[in-house]
């Protein structure tokens, strides 16, 4: 089955590249003979501040980079072909704080760390700045990284809904198989979201449209809070989730890993497969992933049918790293089946009905529970293919870099619901995507640091089945920024400029004599811009300000759709004399550390002119518009205005001993509203997290890292909903308890092993997250509830296998 898939994925995804590959290749050879060619070479230990003993196996990584090594049994690393160039070292291993540094490769070849044990202290970590990497004390505008460890001991079944939980950041959730992210109140095209260097293109107005990311591939996470689109353009104005890979194998070596899982609310079980390696500067990784999960359960719906999904991805990796620079191209392909869970129960027991043929007409059935527990999937359901092709190039001209990079996504997404005619779809979607990005970083001179260039994308998006939600149509846009920063002592400064221009045509569409769609044309320009400061008040203590402009033009869906958007019960309308949203936010923050407690509080206000939103239609009288059986919305606009904030604090009495808590809290009204169509749908509820974690055991022969969390997860009542035209309701408050435990296991010095329970919902409490689309699905008339309750108890069991061997 993988070698199937594989091979269809490299036949179809190289044929569509070939000649996107050919014109970055004889654009970005010419740069490699103005290129850095100096070498320099790099060696030293790594040992533990308690009693100066070898740390094994921690990592020393280069982010500009992308070059790395691990410690050997005496603590030892070595690392050569680098570039004679200043650039930025870290150094970390788990249960310790991370060492950040600058370095000059031209005059440094012996560098020595010692690590301190974890405390309360906040890590030093390199992140994405507005002028490409830098440290994330230097960022005026909140950023939270989420490591590889943290993705290790959460329980979720998608990429999303690991990062869900974080302050600030919440999912809006079509069941257990579609997630898509929302920081601060705003999600869908709101929020961009970055892999393997580009953003991600996939239909991504849609409710029910996921993310398409194995979770796999992901090394760690970025999560950018507010308007971000000085470096990514329209659409990120609440902000940016960018997925990092894992970093490569250092020369010489080859290192990969089988990981599986197991829940046991969901039966949902997963593997992946990974080989990477590192032969002279040449490197390549191959992975290949699937899962599969029939419906979940709680205990107020039994089994949900029809809420299970299958997804499989493969990723091959090959490159070059040398000391000019390196370049990766990486080709991915990704599969998912989620069923759409539409609630249609029986009235008089409340199970959940399924669709049948019978007798060669449509009908329908009790679905049992062998149905629910089956991993085939029912009608309806989605099918989405994305294949991705991304060509990334760093070139170092002295110490400053040249960035080339180039990508090429299709994304196909179906939907099948005909009972009849079950293999033919009816919703077909294909999208294709050419993004690009070249921009020049500049050394650092009298304590400035520049970024300028320009990047966007071309889109040709067709329909392809029987029935439409949207036109055809074809978009370009292209953005030219500028960024720079400073540090002042004391003081560090940052900010830019960006203008935008976004291109869209739409295409004429009869459908049965009748024009569905009118074809128009729409150009949006804007201004975006952003200033900020960070003010060291004393050591391990400091105040963020920062202020910025967002833009946002209106997507296809807001402009033109017309039609039935199955899985969603609503018939949607466009708005074609929609305006872009255009936003300012401001920012404040403080934080301060110290080897026991620490603290941060970040607030924000966020004024947003043209918010575009879905509102229910009604007539004169009253009541609501009805057409094709489904209730009809249409795209209007308002200005609106978002107050709130995160609040966390993590207290250390002792090394072993962590108590992390958090409370994020969104209020988003539109302005100049009755109370009724006040509150802004899909509104995040008060969220708070409380984790207690005891690490059992440090540095151990056999048992390392072993250590067990207690967590509880407490959303407060959301009150504050959009009741006009019963677009919303109420969310009680409810609360989670969480357990988890894991350890790695250590033969020799070395990890073979590392396995982890994580329990959630343990308490299996019956709730609505008030971001669940299910929330309002068919009323049960057996039981007089609304809708479909999430997820009850849950029991996920991870298992890690690494390999590690010398070429």
């Given amino acids: 089955m993988a070698m199937g898939i594989i091979g269809t994925f490299g036949i179809g995804i190289l044929k569509s590249t070939r000649l996107l590959y050919i014109m970055i290749a004889c654009l970005v050879m010419p740069l490699h003979a103005v290129a850095q060619t100096r070498q320099g070479m790099l060696v030293g230990t790594v040992t533990d501040e308690v009693d100066g003993s070898p740390v094994v196996g921690a990592s020393i990584f280069f982010p500009e980079l992308k070059e790395g090594v691990i410690t050997d049994i005496d603590g030892r690393y070595s690392i050569s072909r680098l ?32 690590l301190k044990e974890s405390n309360a202290m906040l890590d030093e970590v390199v992140v994405t700045g507005l002028t490409s990497n830098s440290l994330m004390k230097d960022s005026p505008s909140p950023v939270s990284v989420v490591t590889s460890t943290m993705l290790s001991h959460v329980s979720s079944s998608n990429i999303v809904d690991a990062v869900a939980h974080q302050p600030g950041v919440s999912q809006i959730t079509t069941g257990s198989g579609i997630s898509k992210p929302v920081i601060r109140g705003l999600g869908y095209n709101r929020v961009v979201v970055v892999n393997n260097g580009i953003r991600q293109e996939g239909q991504q107005w849609g409710d029910e449209h996921g993310i398409e990311i194995d979770p796999q591939t992901v090394g760690s996470v970025e999560i950018m809070k507010g308007a971000a689109s000085l470096m990514y353009g329209s659409d990120a104005m609440a902000g940016v989730l960018v997925f990092h890979d894992a970093p490569m194998p250092s020369r010489g070596q080859l290192k990969g890993g089988v990981t599986a899982e197991y829940q046991t609310n969901n039966g949902l079980f997963g593997y992946s497969l990974n080989l990477a ?62 069923g759409i869970v539409e609630g249609e129960r029986d009235e008089d027991t409340g199970a959940f009905i399924k669709p049948v043929a019978i007798d060669g007409e449509e009908g329908e059935t009790i679905a049992t529970k062998d149905d629910a527990k089956s991993y085939s999937h029912f009608l309806p359901y989605q099918q989405i293919h994305h294949y991705k092709a991304v060509f990334d190039n760093s070139f170092f001209i002295g110490d400053g870099s040249l960035k080339v990079l180039a990508g090429y996504q299709q994304n196909r997404r179906q939907e099948f619901e005909e009972v009849l005619e079950p293999d033919v779809c009816g919703l077909d979607f294909r999208l294709h995507t050419i993004n690009y990005d070249v921009h020049y970083l500049s050394p650092v001179f009298g304590g400035w640091k520049i970024a300028t260039g320009v990047n966007g994308m071309y889109q040709r998006s067709l329909n392809e089945g029987s029935e439409f939600l949207v036109p055809s149509y074809n978009l370009f846009d292209y953005g030219i920024f500028a960024t720079v920063s400073k540090d002042l002592g004391s003081l560090h400064f940052s900010g830019g400029i960006r203008f935008d221009s976004r291109h869209l045509r739409s295409h004429s569409l009869t459908d049965d004599g009748e024009e569905r769609f009118a074809a128009f044309s729409r150009t949006f320009n804007g201004i975006t811009g952003s200033a900020g400061v960070v003010y060291n008040i004393a050591d391990n203590a400091n105040l963020r300000f920062n202020v910025s402009r967002g833009f946002r033009a209106p997507n296809i869906s807001e402009l033109a759709s017309n039609g039935e958007h199955e899985g969603t019960l ?162 009680p408050s409810y609360t989670l308890l969480n357990v988890s435990a894991g350890t790695d296991i250590r033969v020799k010095g070395r990890r073979v092993a590392s396995v982890s329970v994580i329990g959630t919902n343990l308490t299996d409490r019956a709730y609505q997250s008030h971001l669940s689309r299910l929330k309002y699905a068919a009323v049960n008339n057996a039981t007089g509830r609304t809708g479909v309750y999430n997820m009850g108890r849950n029991v996920t069991f991870k298992v890690v296998v690494p390999i590690n061997v010398a070429l």
């Fill in 277 to 338: 390696g590192n032969h002279g500067g040449f490197v390549w990784s191959t992975r290949y992933s699937d899962k599969m999960a029939h419906a979940y359960k709680n205990k107020y719906d039994g089994y949900v049918f029809n809420s299970g999904f299958r997804e499989r991805a493969f990723t091959q990796l090959l490159g070059l790293n040398r000391n000019w620079g390196y370049s990766h191209l990486t080709l991915s392909y990704y599969h998912i089946t989620p």
């Fill in 83 to 114: 570039p004679a160039k200043k650039t930025v070292i870290q150094v970390s291993y788990v249960g310790h704080q991370t060492i950040v540094a600058d370095v000059d490769l031209q005059h440094t070849s012996t560098l020595d760390f010692v």
């Fill in 570 to 731: 609503r018939y949607e309308i466009g708005n074609a004399g929609l305006k872009p949203e255009t936003s300012w936010q401001f920012d404040l923050g403080i934080d301060c550390s110290s080897a026991f407690v620490s603290a941060q509080l970040a607030l924000f206000a966020n004024y947003i002119d043209n918010y575009i939103f879905l509102e229910k239609m009604s007539d004169g009288s009253g009541s609501e518009i009805v057409i094709d059986g489904q209730s009809a919305y249409r795209y209007v606009s308002g200005n609106a205005r978002l107050l709130g904030g995160e609040f966390t604090v993590d207290f250390h009495p002792v090394e072993e001993l962590h108590f992390e808590n958090s409370f994020s809290y969104v209020d988003a009204v539109q302005l100049h509203q009755p109370k009724e169509s006040r509150y802004l749908p899909f509104t995040p509820a008060p969220k708070w997290t409380s984790d207690l974690k005891y690490d059992i055991i440090r540095d151990g022969k056999t048992f390392n890292n072993t250590y067990v969390s207690v967590g509880l997860e407490c959303y407060l009542r959301q009150s504050h909903y959009r009741s006009a035209y019963a677009t919303e309701t109420a969310t």
